[in-house]
């Protein structure tokens, strides 16, 4: 994934480039600071979920915790649900003794 957003970002700067656009104008380099390269590199590749939820949602639960443990019920609820029955004989009734 970094690879395609590293020649996304070569190919954008070429053409900004091109057009000599590379920095707006009102923008000056030396006011945005030192950049430090790899910064955000850790938590992105960690991964994030992050999830925008309706107002009446939102007012249901108070913390991010509440929500996590009521999608843990509901899954719990859902694979219990689909399982499939033990092994029968086909005939379905009880099992017979031999």
Not at 5 to 30: C, H, I, N, P, W
Not at 54 to 83: I, K
């Amino acid at each position: 994934m970094l690879g395609a957003r590293r020649v996304q970002s070569d190919a954008f700067t070429k053409r900004a480039s091109a057009r000599g656009e590379l920095m707006r104008k009102q923008y000056k380099r030396e006011d945005l600071g030192k950049g430090v390269r790899g910064k955000y590199y850790a938590g992105y590749r960690k991964g994030t979920n992050l999830v925008l939820l309706s107002p009446d949602v939102a007012a249901a639960f108070p913390t991010s915790e509440a929500v996590n443990e009521a999608l843990r019920g509901l899954l719990r609820v859902a694979e219990r649900s689909v399982r499939l029955p033990t092994r029968s004989n086909g005939r379905g009734g009880r099992h017979r003794a031999v």
